[in-house]
């Protein structure tokens, strides 16, 4: 069964930084595009970030130069680094990935639990 689990949320002030990584399990055949996305209380979900499997990459207008993602391939992880964080960050954070299992011949959509990262004093 092919899970998705994000990590690293938490508390922190202003203009401080926070890493979030996604892990992907199972029997993962191959990860496609990878993004996250990020709601706040009473806000539509938001898309963040994305990384392709060649590893391109695309911001929200909101985050670019202030958050990075990557990915490592030969451990289906997927991190957000997200640095000069403001109040407005505050949001619960989701890891959502196209992956194909190890006996499929088709992608498959999956989302993360979610992680809370709260920006404050």
């Known amino acids: 069964q092919v899970q998705l689990v994000e990590s690293g949320g938490g508390l922190v002030q202003p203009g401080g930084s926070v890493r979030l990584s996604c892990a992907a399990s199972g029997s993962i055949g191959s990860i496609a595009v990878v993004g996250w996305y990020r709601q706040a209380p009473g806000k539509q979900r938001e898309l963040v970030a994305t990384?392709?499997?060649?590893?391109?990459?695309s911001y929200a207008a909101s985050v670019e130069g202030r958050f990075t993602i990557s990915r490592d391939n030969t451990k289906n992880t997927v991190s957000l680094q997200m640095n000069s964080l403001k109040p407005e960050d505050t949001a619960d954070y989701y890891c959502?990935?196209?992956?194909?299992?190890?006996?499929?011949?088709?992608?498959?959509?999956?989302w993360g639990q979610g992680t809370q990262v709260t920006v404050s004093s």
């Open positions: 990384i392709t499997v060649g590893g391109g990459t």
């Open positions: 959502n990935a196209d992956i194909r299992d190890s006996s499929s011949w088709y992608y498959r959509n999956y």
